[in-house]
């Protein structure tokens, strides 16, 4: 069992032996056996730290262990730290949320800025249980209850299949030295009476529970890809596109028996709730109307019409040369730089002078739109797969800008940048883009 | 609260005031409850209660419970026993796999028999929280998901939204006496384990579970309603029939990123598990197969080949005039008789010799077929839409019998007779049917 997870890690995952891996290392026992896993193999690592400033002399006291750990065997780290309390408050975010949302900006941003291939994290069988529980206790629909996705985009999950308590063994015929992990702090409370008082009944009452659990969340990740399958199907039997409305027929739609669940489908993703004035749109007068944030669904005659509240933008932003801030339809600021310096909060990239041509334009995507993603050993892929694979809302994918030279994509704005823009250790004309 | 429960039954399903219901009752004390709530608002009842013979004296002392309970109620009574250890022993299943099959045998014949309309078994949220974590921790995919169903076909469950814990409080301010209830036995321990371990402290954790339960399982529900779309409308693309066999078009779906679910779906139904087996032959050579109890998955070319190991039956069998027993396809037995009887464990029907028309005809449903199910007030039904509304499986219904008169459907063998050859009071030819 114990040589299980080594071996594991290098037969399922062959393609990371040639990659510059990224480890998010809390210090707790799942990202330190992680680590030491990842060593022994002799893959290409670096570390990756964020100390949350959350537990004062705790929260340093890992970092200090972690900068130990990398100095002791050789390896890149990378630490950054982040005021979470101050950046929650200010976003009207809980905790763990915020916690979350720093950590995977800046993880993203360490990809791109330093070409690394894949963030690791050490996420186990047991933490997506535990989601699983969370999820169903607080009531969720099937996504909520497909577990921690393995792998997505740049994200790899190595340890998923393997249990804590196979982490724990690792770690301890190993002689393997921790710090208490501190992730997850905020929903701790529901974790641990999990992990304490219901977890360990489960698996008492089905001794091979950790593989059913596998097994039952494969089927149900099968489950949802048929759903989006079904909605999508059916979209486009029911709903013609007009000018950037959307009409939805009416008669047609009530001949579903499951009809609402199909509206639930299109419309959740433009921030929609009230699904019973929804389906009551259905059978009331010409002219009523459900609005979400951003959106107007209107019951017009025959069809159910959705657009924006706003028109979309179809307007077109110029960056001329020479220009170093433009302020619509967002700041964008300019400047020529010596060198790539590395920012953990805020949204920029670097690229190089001389291949890009002004003016630039910052637009809206469009059907057809391709590039290249940063860090892709050069794979050209349309922007709307990248926005299916990175599981984009529609009205995500609606508010999301390009920047554009000539037609040729340099950077999905605050995603991702394109490969042939990037700057080269021979680059001597560096521009630093910066989005506020 | 306690109100809650009788203006829940009365509002909720207000059409069960003008119908003749059977209340499945064990004895125990969710089903008086249903009972006591059904008596108080003057609904028509009957009662049907399973002696299964399982607790010696303990099942005896239920049945005498009961039918004091009806005679001092005046209302009309059904009990059978079943030698349940000899039937689960004989057919190799489970005691209450077995107790179940007997059940519901019994209940469909009561309400044919007597004209009833509907069952109503008195299962609450809480039986359907434990089915979902039983199905949970055996490993299970979205169906065994979506709870105990509220209500399908002729099976109501009115206290479905109900914890137990309510109906434990209507019964102690209400002074309602109960048995112990016996169902369930084999599962007992992990129910109770369950019970009094796991379903507590998700409750705790979530005080409104009970309610985020009912929505999750109303989700599920929804998205497995896509999932059978989904499986569906690409069978319409990609499967073409010719003769009873089925042929998939493999490049078309091996285009499908998740082809795999794909064919689950569409196989599943046919007895198929060897799944990786079944994903390897995309990939195999001309010739080779994948078999099933009753069917062959071939790959053939450009197709997988589905087929049934021996084939169809198209044959029509007939029964004349007179004729008393036939043993094509399988046994079937007439005799005119002057009354009816009823039975608890043999499939028959009477029906009124003076509407049918000799010879019959025993055969397969047809794509067109229809019928007036018994008890649905002469509603017409498509037969397909029957079984689907019964959730048979496609070999379900390939192995389906229709007896016919004339081409009108006199019975869904071992289903559903029809209404319009039902026998009435003043019926004096009566014909019983009988399958062995």
Redesign the interface.
Known sequence: MLANLQEHLYKTLPFLKEKKLLVAVSGGIDSIVLLELLKQLNYNISIAHCNFSLRGIESDGDEQFIRDYAHKNNIEIFVTRFDTMHFATDNKLSIQIAARKLRYVWFSQLLEENNLDYLLTAHHLDDSIETF?IN???????EG?TGIPQQNDRVIRPLLPFTRSEIEMYAKVNNILWREDSSNASDKY?RN??RH??VP??KS??PA?A???L??IA??Q??????N???I??YQQLVSEHEGQKHINIEQLKRL??Y???L??WLNAFGFTAWNDIYDLLEAQSGKQVLSANYRLLKNREVLLLEALKPLDKEVYEIGEGVTEINKPFTIKLEMVNEISTYSTKKVIFVNNNLIKFPLFVRKWQEGDYFYPLGMNGQKKKVSKYFKDEKMSLSEKENTWLLCSENQVVWIVGKRADERFKTKDTTNQIVKIEVL
Chains 1, 2 share one sequence.
Do not use: M
């Open positions: 529980l169903f206790i607080r009531g969720t629909g099937l209850l529901l009476k999990l008082d219901v009944v489960l009452l089905n529970f593989d059913s659990f097994q039952t089927n149900l099968q489950s949802q890809s048929l759903v399958d079904a909605a199907l059916v028996p499951n609402k669940a199909y639930y489908q």
